[in-house]
């Protein structure tokens, strides 16, 4: 199964981007984003963690897999999807969300993610959120992402550093809501999506400067629908 996942994710999640000169490189930019079996074990499913992974095939052959995990924070149950990887030849086919809610259990009352694509934010508030994507609920990510990462086993959104004016009201990156993950993959492709979501109605999250992604955080005691009357 993981060699299967690190295949998948290795050909289609993304290109390397180029760090600061000051920064450190995991990979040379406009090479793929590469990981291993034994990395993407360690990464995704550390020791003693609660974590679950679904897939979908097409024609018998991989097309698409998620990995999350649970957590609990102040006494609620966290459900983290860590990993949401899409075959680029079977993408807008609604298996990112059917993927998504493979992993759903009853007891699960908090959903997040860290993406520097648009489309699995969205995807993550079409799977378990009850809002309009264009009025994403950030009250529930200011008062709360501080404690949900800390209390996180998975080591990535544990050392996350929360960035955006949401967290910083003197942050000047055009950021909203997001993190610093050190992680430069290349923008070109998320950008291109990204202007393709503002033409269809806005995107709440604000710019996306490199090594950084976007934070979804929300709970599902949220009801930000406005009425219909």
Not at 8 to 16: C, D, K, V
Not at 159 to 183: I, S
Request: glycine share 8%.
């Amino acid at each position: 199964m993981l060699q299967d996942a690190a295949r998948l994710f290795s050909e289609n999640y993304g290109i390397w981007g180029k760090p600061p000169t000051d920064g450190r490189s995991f990979g040379k930019a406009g090479t793929r984003v590469k990981v291993s079996a034994s990395r993407l074990r360690a990464q995704l499913l550390p020791e003693g963690s609660q974590s679950c992974y679904a897939k979908v095939t097409v024609d018998g052959v991989l097309a698409g897999h998620a990995f999350a995990c649970r957590w609990r924070c102040d006494g609620r149950q966290v459900l983290w999807v860590t990993q949401l990887v899409v075959h680029r030849h079977h993408r807008e086919r609604r298996l990112a969300t059917t993927l998504l809610l493979a992993l759903l259990d009853d007891d699960d009352d908090i959903f997040g993610i860290m993406s520097s694509h648009p489309a699995a934010c969205k995807t993550l508030a079409k799977a378990y959120g009850n809002f309009l994507f264009s009025n994403v609920p950030f009250a529930f990510a200011e008062r709360h992402a501080a404690s949900v990462l800390a209390a996180s086993p998975v080591g990535y959104v544990k050392d996350a550093k929360l960035r955006g004016n949401l967290f910083h009201p003197r942050d000047t990156t055009g950021l909203v809501c997001g993190v610093d993950t050190d992680f430069y993959v290349d923008h070109a492709e998320p950008l291109e999506a990204l202007a393709r979501v503002n033409e269809s109605g806005g995107w709440p999250f604000g710019d996306l400067p490199d090594g950084h992604e976007f934070l979804l955080l929300f709970d599902v005691l949220v009801i930000d629908q406005p009425s219909r009357s």
